[in-house]
């Protein structure tokens, strides 16, 4: 066991079970997640244009008649099978795109007070610019909004969970000096579309994790090989656009649809392998490197990107000869531009990470060389099928309090949480880690005034986790993918947080008797 955890036993056993308070405050909200690939299915659906267009003009635009356009993991699944565990694909997934009204039913089962969803950009823009709109999937989406409203569940929207329009890949994809553009105008026409009643808007889902396309010629698209570059040109242009698609609402929809916007990002919460000096900068390093990196230009006093990042990676570029840092530089005006422009914090927390100082490395430059440190998980965590999950509660307390620590006591949402397994129905792991964490959650509020407004948990149906195909399961409820009928069981884990959102209390005998 490492020092500060078993300071935080010590501390832990100051206090008996009794003396935590398990009881949710008034107005904390419970939800639960899930993204368009990994649930929607109809990939290549058809369907028709919003305006009738001229005879000459359909002509031109024969997508506009296809329906949804293909998007980057499309291509992929189709193009590189071997990339996927299952070689499966999202074709037709948990074929929500036809049993919405089934997903909302369980939701609605369950207790949820939010549902968050991704719109699938290619499904309405199959072209990914607006020069076609495809009627049907703007239909779709509003169904499915129609529908959770009547039953008294708000939707929380990502505008973008991985699925890049493949027309916008070949025209430069994320990198490409247009992005922002096109992003701005697939924001205008979901505030138009959709902000009378959606609210809560999240503009990208994990840019932390989809960087990785820039990375290496890998399972994730587009699959280009330039670590410690791409990953950071990737992130420039994603916080830009970001911030184009806030102050558009705040230029032309906000007074009237009077919306929250923020960005889901992502963390491994990093704890020190010892208590030496070293380890406990490589910590704080490592949390600045991944989280700050997003979090910083966004939510700091100053913005742009955390100092220590700067300092290394512009001193690595200069050591490997470069005229220039690798990490590119937003100047004042975009600094100013890209911050505050978030309502409330968006958080998705899973696992944590031990962390420790390493020496230079001689590795290729990456993001990861630059920040000379090591992470890796205690052996004595329980590790679940995905090998980067461990059963880690501690992690959701010490992330809420980094986080608002550094970020002025910003309001969090906690966007995703979730445990993975290979579909038992009878998914006790999954309720203990859900109770657990939000255990921690509720330590977070009541002893570190944390301001929290609530928890997803992802997901709520077994879904494709991406390259892992269906061999890892996070949903509270079971789907038979071989069945046609994609039949959804609930698991015990459904059950369980039916009644902890009925009792607003966390179950006792879930609960740990001590705190790691
Ligand atoms: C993060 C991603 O947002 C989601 O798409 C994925 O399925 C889960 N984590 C689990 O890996």
């Known amino acids: 066991m490492r020092a500060p955890q078993l300071l935080l036993l010590l501390l832990a056993f100051g206090r008996s079970q009794a003396a935590r308070n398990t ?73 929500s795109y036809h049993k919405y009204k089934e997903d909302v039913k369980l939701l609605k089962d369950v207790g949820f007070n939010f549902y968050r969803f991704s719109i699938s950009w290619a499904r309405i823009l199959p072209k990914g610019d607006v020069s076609v709109i495809n009627k049907d ?61 959606v609210k809560w808007w999240l503009t990208f889902n994990e840019p932390g994790t989809f960087v990785d396309g820039y990375t290496s010629h890998g399972c994730v698209p587009p699959a280009v090989d330039a670590p410690g570059v791409g990953d950071y040109l990737v992130a420039h242009s994603i916080l830009k656009a970001h911030a184009r698609a806030y102050r558009l609402y705040d230029r032309e929809f ?9 960005i889901a990002l992502s963390a491994g919460y990093g704890t020190p392998k ?11 390093t490592f949390m600045q490197h991944s989280l700050g990196w997003f979090a910083h230009p966004i939510y700091s006093q100053e913005g742009d990107y955390p100092a220590v990042m700067k300092e290394r ?38 696992s944590s990470w ?10 290729r430059a990456s993001r990861w060389s630059d920040m000379d440190v090591m992470s890796s998980q205690d052996p004595g965590w329980t590790v679940s099928v995905a090998t980067w999950l461990a059963y880690t509660p501690f992690g959701m307390r010490g992330l809420l309090s980094w986080v608002s620590k550094n970020y002025n006591n910003t309001p969090i949402l906690i966007t995703e949480n979730g445990w993975a397994d290979t579909g038992e129905i009878n998914d006790t792991m999954r309720a203990k880690y859900y109770v657990n964490n ?79």
């Open 23 to 95: 009881t949710f405050p008034e107005g904390f909200l419970f939800g639960a997640a899930t993204a368009a690939y990994q649930v929607e299915g109809a990939w290549n659906t058809s369907g028709q244009c919003l305006q009738p267009l001229p005879l000459w003009l359909m002509l031109q635009y024969r997508e506009c008649i296809a329906g949804k356009g293909e998007h980057i993991w499309d291509r992929m699944v189709h193009t590189r099978p071997n990339c996927i565990a299952d070689r499966t694909s999202g074709d037709v997934a948990a074929d």
């Open 137 to 197: 999937g703007i239909d779709y989406y509003n169904n499915l909004i129609n529908e959770l409203l009547a039953n008294n569940i708000q939707p929380v929207v990502t505008m973008y969970h991985w699925d890049l329009p493949q027309h916008l890949q070949d025209l430069g994809g994320l990198v490409g000096s247009a992005f922002g553009d096109y992003f701005e105008d697939y924001a205008r026409v979901l505030y138009t579309n959709f902000g009378d009643r």
């Open 254 to 262: 906000r007074s009237e649809q009077k919306g929250n916007i923020s």
């Open 274 to 284: 010892t208590n030496s000096n070293a380890d406990i900068e490589a910590t704080e």
């Open 313 to 350: 990676v512009a001193n690595n570029s200069k050591a490997e000869g470069l005229f220039r840092s690798r990490l590119p530089e937003f100047g004042e005006y975009w600094v100013n531009y890209i911050r505050g422009t978030a309502d409330f914090f968006g958080l998705n927390y899973y």
């Open 354 to 363: 031990v962390v420790s100082h390493v020496g230079s490395s001689l590795d």
């Open 438 to 516: 939000l255990a921690h959650l509720l330590d977070a509020i009541y002893l570190d005034n944390v301001t929290v407004l609530g928890h997803t948990a992802w997901s709520i149906i077994d879904n494709f986790e991406w390259a892992q195909g269906y061999t890892q399961r996070f949903g509270l409820h079971h789907i038979d993918f071989n069945d046609p009928q994609r039949p959804r069981t609930p698991k015990e884990s459904a059950r369980v947080f039916a009644a902890l959102i009925k009792n607003r209390k966390l179950p006792e005998n879930y609960l740990d008797k001590v705190i790691e």
